[in-house]
Nanobody, 125 residues
Framework: QVQLVESGGGLVQPGGSLRLSCTASGFTLDDYNIGWFRQVPGKEREWVSCIRGRDGVTHYPDSMKDRFTSSRDNAKNTVYLQMNNLKPEDTGVYYC??????????????????WGKGTLVTVSS
């Protein structure tokens, strides 16, 4: 059974950093593209990053690439999202999602194959 579990969310002050984890089970990261998305209150779901399965190359929307970095540890079957200089508007639920084939991850489209349940990030003083 394929599964994604996010962790690492919590409360952080503005300007702080946080690293989220997305641990996969039932499949290996080499075979899937893994995207991070977020649901911010009052806004539509936003695409945050993608890390490509076959080579680990990452891709971000322009609005995210300065402060967010995705990486992976294949030995732990885990993808990370490093978030720096966090702002109150980054508050929301962060989800990772997997895609076997296609371009949904690379461009942030709807169409990911399956999702984790999310982890809450709160940026507040």
């Amino acid at each position: 059974q394929v599964q994604l579990v996010e962790s690492g969310g919590g409360l952080v002050q503005p300007g702080g950093s946080l690293r989220l984890s997305c641990t996969a089970s039932g499949f290996t990261l080499d075979d899937y593209n893994i995207g991070w998305f977020r649901q911010v209150p009052g806004k539509e779901r936003e695409w945050v990053s993608c890390i490509r399965g076959r080579d680990g190359v990452t891709h971000y929307p322009d609005s995210m690439k300065d402060r967010f970095t995705s990486s992976r540890d294949n030995a732990k079957n885990t993808v990370y999202l490093q978030m720096n200089n966090l702002k109150p508007e980054d508050t929301g639920v962060y989800y990772c999602a997997a895609e076997r084939f296609g371009s949904s991850c690379w461009f942030g489209y709807d169409g990911m194959d399956f999702w984790g349940k999310g982890t809450l990030v709160t940026v507040s003083s």
